[in-house]
């Protein structure tokens, strides 16, 4: 962290951050600290609802039958001495954690699952308690829909976190919070700073530093991508009949901005009845109990297309997810066919999914016509930039012996010992025959295999032929016609989701 900086921020209105988290855990009257919390966090934090709720679970520490927490917690601070070390700090904060994960058992039937979902529940307010009883170890936790900020900021500040547990981890899961108060323990001793000092970093200076909620949300929306299923109930907190009004859903980690988000309402009448867009990525929230999360606004109801319509369509009842009856609805891809067509069912003509790649026509005379006219065109369309990937790539194999790779090699990572690329796409003028594609696979085999590629692409003036590492670039590769990809929607998508540079 810049001293500079930082004290620069604290001579001016972050030295008021720290005196407003010192009050909280000195004074006995939290009567203002919620709203106060709510207002400071709106900066990052794009939900109404959520800063209601938070706001809601916090009033509790008002609660005038709450005196005997007032009382533990002075007993608490009373004894709580900063730590001597890193390990003594690691063993009392594991102390508190596995008598509280033990009550959360004890009060949930002893399973794993649902104590962590009452723990992610209360999340908010079992932390600020926690951080009350023992400032120097823990943090209140108030990133509740937003771990990707906290995520950025740790990048940003050098703090290592642990690898995310699975989700089906609970416990695993519930056990990340004391991790990742641990590693900000030791951030915090490192940079010489309070408790309260680290809670204005987290939830003030950090998040100006990176730009709030321009980090993540975006306002003009790109073109849509794809399309996804969400499903809800009529009566959740997070529905508004404000087109403007933003929140988080459980949806696909895939998401991207702009796409498309087809609500599914499950009663009292279960059928398609809203489309949103996403406006922020999708992304992993450990503490959110469906795990996977965006941010979705710019709602419009459309006509409602009800489950036993679906199931009795021609073309929708083929759906996986449909002759599920919609259960698990939650993040399941459409193709673009797919939307466009239950768009039109929904008397939406204008809502469609349209992107394909258009690339230019010939003349081909030799394989650079290949790389300008289709290649090029193609990567740009994927969202590559020139500076994204190479040409012309020379490899030092050791003993003075190196190898060049001719074509593309997208997004290369080399150092003295290790090579990486996402993909390795080799040009060539027409291929006429077997014998030439399958020459043309094992030259660009051997080279994806050098880098450690995920997808080795051989392209000519006709077709592109992808192949994957997942089953070591094998011959029963996926390809497409140019044409294809320049009229057929769902063969676009189906490139863009192995060779998109969001991947």
Known sequence: MNEYIWQLYLKAEGQQVVDQFEHLVSSPDWTDYPTWLTNLIRSYCPSESVLEELNVELSVLSDPDFPDFLTQIRQEQSRMQEPADEAAAEELINLEMNQLYQDYLDQNSQSKQYAFEAFSEYMVLETTMLALKHPQLFIPYYFRFNYDLFSDITQAFGIELPVLPAKKDYEGRFFLYPQICLALYKFRKAAQLTPCELWAFLYDYAPRYLGHKRQYLLQELPEAQSAYFIGSAPNDIFLSDDPDYIAPWQCSPDT????????????????????????????????????????????????????????????????????????????????????????????????????????????????????????????????????????????????????????????????????????????????????????????????????????????????????????????????????????????????????????
């Not at 070591?472 to 676009?492: R, T, V």
Request: charged share 25%; proline share 4%; net charge neutral.
């Open 256 to 503: 991207k901005a702009g796409d498309w988000i087809v609500m599914y309402m499950k009663s009292p009448v279960s059928a398609v009845n809203a489309v949103w867009r996403s406006v922020s990525t999708g992304f992993i929230d450990p503490f959110f109990y469906y795990y996977r999360c965006c941010y979705i606004s710019k709602h419009k109801y459309i006509k409602a297309v009800a489950l036993d319509t679906l199931k009795h369509d021609p073309v929708l009842s083929a759906m996986t997810i449909v002759r599920k009856n919609m259960q698990g609805v939650n993040g399941v891809e459409l193709q673009p066919s797919q939307f466009n067509y239950l768009m039109r069912l929904a008397e939406q003509p204008e809502t469609q999914l349209s992107a394909v790649c258009e690339t230019l026509n010939g003349p081909f005379k030799q394989e650079k016509d290949v790389e300008k006219l289709r290649i090029r065109p193609l990567l740009e369309r994927l969202g590559y930039s020139e500076s994204d990937y190479k040409q012309q790539l020379c490899l030092i194999l050791g003993n003075h012996q190196s190898t060049l790779i001719p074509d593309f090699v997208l997004r290369p990572v080399i150092d003295p010992e290790h090579y990486h690329a996402f993909a390795v796409v080799e040009a060539k003028l027409k291929i006429r025959t077997q014998q030439q594609l399958t020459d043309a696979q094992r030259q660009v085999r051997g080279y994806a295999k050098l880098l450690n590629a995920q997808y080795a692409v051989v392209a000519d003036e006709d077709q592109l032929w992808l192949m994957a590492s997942a089953d070591d670039y094998s011959d029963s590769q996926q390809n497409w016609s140019w044409g294809e990809l320049a009229h057929n929607a769902d063969a676009y998508s189906q490139l863009r989701r192995c060779l998109g540079y969001e991947r």
